[in-house]
Nanobody, 123 residues
Framework: QVQLVESGGGLVQAGGSLRLSCAPS????????MGWFRQAPGKEREFVAV????????QYADSVKGRFTISRDNAKNTVYLQMNSLKPEDTAVYYC????????????????WGQGTQVTVSS
């Protein structure tokens, strides 16, 4: 069972930046696809970004393109989400997810999840 631990959330003003990190613990592999999803109060969980195991394949939600960057350091077994130009509508709990084979944006296809980290953007 892959356990994921997110960190880096917090409170930031609109226009500011945050960097989220996700590091698997326990038995894991750097060949897993890693994704970021978020869930705002009263809304369904939505896709944010995903990165393939090599780091060459990435996808972003339209709402974050040009502002967020997903990356990974396989030597450290860590995936990052750099979030710039944050907006109040980015406020949500951000979750890291992993799968050994699936490389898409459907959250239901990811079996491994972290507990989430809160990101709050004030206006």
């Amino acid at each position: 069972q892959v356990q994921l631990v997110e960190s880096g959330g917090g409170l930031v003003q609109a226009g500011g930046s945050l960097r989220l990190s996700c590091a698997p613990s326990g038995r894991t592999s750097s060949t897993y696809t890693m994704g970021w999803f978020r869930q705002a109060p009263g809304k369904e969980r939505e896709f944010v970004a995903v990165i393939g195991w090599s780091g060459r394949s990435v996808q972003y939600a339209d709402s974050v393109k040009g502002r967020f960057t997903i990356s990974r350091d396989n030597a450290k077994n860590t995936v990052y989400l750099q979030m710039n130009s944050l907006k109040p509508e980015d406020t949500a709990v951000y979750y890291c997810a992993a799968d050994q084979y699936y490389t898409g944006i459907d959250s239901r296809r990811y079996p491994h999840w972290g507990q989430g980290t809160q990101v709050t953007v004030s206006s």
